[in-house]
């Protein structure tokens, strides 16, 4: 490869959904409407917890911040390609792309430790409940979250600056909808052998770890709730963990497919379509699932609408 196609580009082409004209309309609102939903769906928990003094327990303290992320991981991709759909422009900028993988891994990251951490406080809660107080303090909790920010932030940076030093050829097409780091690291003209090799250990290291926490924590769980004698003790005991546990059923089962059938299926437009799931749908779905199936964060959002009329 000649030098003249080695040199850094000035930006990438994000081609995504913008090849169908004919159907852009509908992506657009069908996008639109989504992050609108998921926008108002995650502050509207955060609001509820924070007026409520009943929900300021270490829980609802996590779910707080797992909605936060969930609103920053959705405005990081879904925003620039509804511009891009409304002014028919494909263009990201080179810095733009960048940045966008940067706070991309840093809220999937801290969405992937915000379960975990969430796991074992329902783990402490059923299989240790006189002592959930005394080890779930808020000292505890408030490390756990700056601890999952320090290692998220560290790890986007150290991906991000490693892209910097990757040569792309003169008007890389991007076949997704954001600059996905695995689609963005094939446009390279280089070897990217390496790199690929440090972000398959970082998926395991930072993704199969703490799901294996997860799996740990609900094995004890399901011990402790099979040594419960009566049903509505196990029924109660499990209902605490239900909405957590669908949670992570959604967000790990479609994040994994996704790099999963990435390795095994090379049809760009299949990705982009799939990535969808855990980019979009999955902090969409979030509020509903924790706010439909808890008691008190419905009777939480009801004194809300309530004081707000």
């Known amino acids: 490869m000649d030098s003249s196609n080695r040199t850094r580009v000035a930006e990438f082409l994000l081609l995504g959904f913008l090849e169908n004209k ?3 309309p509908l992506i657009y609102g069908l996008f639109l409407s989504m992050y609108l939903v998921t926008v108002a769906g995650n502050m509207l928990i955060i609001l509820a917890i924070i007026s409520s003094p009943r929900l300021h327990t270490p829980m609802y303290f996590f779910l707080s911040n797992l909605s936060f992320v969930d609103i920053c991981f959705i405005s ?6 509804l511009v891009n759909i409304q002014t028919q422009n494909k263009v990201i900028t080179y810095a733009g792309c960048i940045t966008q993988i940067y706070f991309f891994l840093l809220f999937v990251e801290l969405d992937n430790f915000l379960l975990t951490i969430m796991a074992y406080d329902r783990y402490v809660a059923i299989c240790h409940p006189m002592h959930y107080t005394v080890i779930m303090n808020y000292q505890l909790c408030r490390f756990l979250v700056l601890l999952s920010w320090i290692v998220s932030v560290l790890h986007a940076l150290f991906q991000s600056l490693m892209m910097l030093e990757l040569p792309f050829c003169t008007q890389p097409e991007i076949p997704h909808f954001f600059c996905e780091p695995n689609q963005v690291i094939q446009l390279t003209c280089s070897d990217a052998f390496l790199n690929d090799m440090v972000i398959y250990f970082t998926l395991v290291l930072l993704a199969i770890v703490p799901l294996a926490g997860v799996f740990y924590s609900y094995f004890k769980i399901v011990s402790s709730i099979r040594a419960i004698s009566s049903v509505y003790g196990k029924y109660k005991a499990f209902s605490t963990c239900a909405s957590h546990l669908l949670v992570v059923s959604l967000f790990y089962c479609t994040g994994l497919g996704v790099y999963l059938n990435s390795a095994a299926n090379h049809s760009s ?3 982009a379509t799939a ?5 979009v749908v999955t902090p969409m779905m979030n509020p509903f699932i924790y706010s439909l199936r808890n008691k008190d964060v419905k009777s939480a959002l009801k004194r809300l609408f309530v004081r707000k009329v």
Do not use: E, F, G, I
């Open 22 to 24: 004919d159907l852009q």
């Open 76 to 81: 990081t991709t879904v925003p620039k390609m």
């Open 269 to 271: 437009q299949a990705n």
């Open 275 to 279: 990535s969808v799931t855990y980019t």
